[in-house]
Nanobody, 113 residues
Framework: QVQLVESGGGLVQPGGSLRLSCVAS????????MNWYRQIPGKQRELVAR???????WYEDSVKGRFTLSRDNAKNTVYLQMNNLRSEDTALYYC???????WGQGTQVTVSS
């Protein structure tokens, strides 16, 4: 059974940082592109960042230079380091395996003073 478990969300002030983790079980991520999406209530889920099997990364324009996605295949885990957070980053963040319907349960990020 494939499971993705996200953690690391929370409440942070504008300009602060958080590191999200996504641990996979039941599947090896070393041959998988991995994604982080986010969703605000009433809006569509949007792709925030992707890390390819070869380590290359892609970022949505609004997070470029602030977010860093990395992977540790030995730990079957991907990390999303989020710096200089803004109120518009507030959302439920989901981990996803590309080309599958495997999603985590989400971790809430709230940026507010």
């Amino acid at each position: 059974q494939v499971q993705l478990v996200e953690s690391g969300g929370g409440l942070v002030q504008p300009g602060g940082s958080l590191r999200l983790s996504c641990v996979a079980s039941g599947i090896s991520i070393d041959s998988r592109h991995m994604n982080w999406y986010r969703q605000i209530p009433g809006k569509q889920r949007e792709l925030v960042a992707r890390i390819f099997v070869d380590g290359r990364t892609w970022y949505e324009d609004s997070v470029k230079g602030r977010f860093t996605l990395s992977r540790d295949n030995a730990k079957n885990t991907v990390y999303l380091q989020m710096n200089n957070l803004r109120s518009e980053d507030t959302a439920l963040y989901y981990c996803h395996i590309e080309f599958t319907n495997f999603w985590g349960q989400g971790t809430q990020v709230t940026v507010s003073s």
